[in-house]
């Protein structure tokens, strides 16, 4: 396994260079059902949670209980880390209707629809 944070020389998924970065494959179901919780709290209800794979997809099932099935809600997008958001933008465009997103960490500033649970900067 894995640590959560780790340093070193990193090309990020986002193409940027970092001297560290953060591997959520370190991460326990009970760790994302936690971060679930805490993500259900902190978010308005929405009515379909979509993950961007692959940081995404633990987290986006973890959420599923926590759907509202009503058409006036919200899609909810997630990952697990935003580095410069491109992911997010790009999965917004794909999901047809109103959209928020949610993200465990965030490495700089999201954009105005996307929460951070953690903000790492």
């Known amino acids: 396994m ?3 944070f780790q340093l070193g ?3 990020l998924h986002s193409g940027v260079v970092s001297f560290w970065k953060i591997d959520c494959d370190a991460l326990t179901l009970e760790d994302w ?3 679930a919780r805490i993500a259900y709290m902190k978010t308005i209800r929405f009515r379909e949670v979509v993950g961007i794979p ?3 997809l633990k987290l ?3 959420l599923k209980p926590y759907r509202f099935p009503n058409p006036g809600y919200p899609i909810l997008i997630v990952d697990d880390v935003l580095t ?3 992911s997010m933008e790009e999965a917004r465009g794909q999901v047809q209707g109103e959209t928020i ?3 465990v960490f965030a490495r700089s500033h999201c954009p105005e629809w996307v929460t951070a649970l ?3 900067r």
């Open 2 to 4: 894995s640590n959560l």
């Open 9 to 11: 020389d990193f090309k």
């Open 33 to 35: 059902s936690a971060l």
């Open 54 to 56: 692959e940081g995404g």
């Open 60 to 62: 986006a099932e973890a």
């Open 84 to 86: 410069t958001g491109a």
């Open 101 to 103: 997103g949610l993200v």
């Open 118 to 120: 953690f903000y790492c």
